[in-house]
Nanobody
């Protein structure tokens, strides 16, 4: 099995910063990409940022220039640096690992989510 655990969610003030971490572990045969998604109350889960094993990144337009996704290949850990936080960034942030496990099945593996609240 592949396990995904997020951390780093907290209460932040508008204009502030937070750094989220996501560690993938377990029976990982190959990791293709890791992505950060968020879901605000009453809204659908949406992609925030994604990084492939080759280092290619994708961002939602709403976070471009403010958020940066990175990946530590040695630790199978992804990070989301969030700067200039806004109230609309308030959501539960989920990490996704696109990976093949030791049964050679490729699946999306989700973490439990971490709450980010932006308020003064």
């Amino acid at each position: 099995q592949v396990h995904v655990v997020e951390s780093g969610g907290a209460l932040a003030q508008p204009g502030g910063s937070l750094r989220l971490s996501c560690a993938a572990s377990g029976s990982i045969f190959q990791l293709y990409a890791m992505g950060w998604y968020r879901q605000a109350p009453g809204k659908q889960r949406q992609l925030v940022a994604k990084i492939t094993s080759g280092g290619l990144t994708t961002y939602d337009d709403s976070v471009k220039g403010r958020f940066t996704v990175s990946f530590d290949y040695a630790k199978n850990t992804a990070f989301l640096q969030m700067n200039s936080l806004q109230g609309d960034d308030t959501a539960v942030y989920y990490c996704n690992a696109d990976a093949t496990d030791d049964t050679y099945r490729r699946n999306d593996h989700w973490g439990q989510g971490t709450q980010v609240t932006v308020a003064s």
